[in-house]
């Protein structure tokens, strides 16, 4: 069964810590992606990674940055966090493989808030 | 500038009728079109996918139907059942590679009995 994990459910901090939020999956996918989810916005992709050591800029990547050292796990860093990166942080991963190259698994997600 | 649109944020439909879920999208670009449903507290699931070469796609309550020239879709679910109340998300596959997904912003479905 396909899963995405990721650290935290929860998670509170406060302004200007620096945060980090692991997700690992077990499906030997080569994509992996971080979105946050806001009321009224969707789902908007904040970067990506198409392979060990690779990263792509997404939508919103301002104030984030991200690390995949191994292909099984990819971290989401905000460097300094601010009160506008309070949200729902959403890991997923997708094959390169057909036929389900465009279909993405995602983790259950973890609710930041930053006070 | 949202690319996918999904302009009703909530829909109330009664158990056993239909549901219909619309998205409407910018880009003439988008090839491919996936639904993705959301429960509370997980993270999205998979739906049902369509390509721009096909007009229907149908997966036993659902099916998707993409109209090109109005570069709109829609899913819909018959009969709806309570099971069904979550949140759905409309993507699109952004062209230039690496599979990226373009999300709409959701519909909140009640299904009431």
């Known amino acids: 069964d396909v899963k995405v994990t990721q650290s935290s459910r929860y998670l509170v901090k406060r302004t200007g810590e620096k945060v980090f939020l692991e997700c690992v999956q077990d499906m030997d996918h080569e994509n992996m992606f971080w979105y946050r989810q806001d009321p009224g916005l969707g789902l908007r992709l904040i970067y990506f990674s198409y392979d060990v050591k690779m990263k792509e800029k997404g939508d919103i990547p301002e104030g984030y940055s991200v690390s995949r050292e191994k292909k099984e796990r990819f971290s989401l860093i905000l460097e300094s966090a601010s009160t506008n990166q309070t949200s729902m942080y959403l890991c997923a991963s997708s094959s390169r493989d057909r036929p389900r190259i465009y279909e993405q698994y995602f983790g259950p997600g973890t609710r930041l808030t930053v006070t | 500038d949202q690319q996918v649109k999904q302009n009703s944020p909530s829909l109330s439909v009664q158990e056993g009728r239909i549901s219909i879920l619309n998205c409407d999208y910018t880009n003439s670009m988008f090839d491919y079109f996936l639904w993705y449903k959301k429960y509370p507290a997980e993270g999205p699931t998979f739906l049902i996918s369509i390509s721009s070469i096909k007009d229907k796609n149908e997966d036993g309550r659902f099916t998707v139907f993409l109209n090109k020239s109005a570069k709109h879709l829609s899913l819909h679910i018959v009969p709806s059942q309570p099971g069904d109340s979550a949140v759905y998300f409309c993507?699109?596959?952004?062209?230039?590679?690496?599979?990226?997904?373009?999300f709409g912003a959701g519909t909140r479905l009640a299904v009431h009995p």
């Open positions: 993507a699109a596959i952004t062209p230039g590679g690496y599979n990226k997904l373009i």
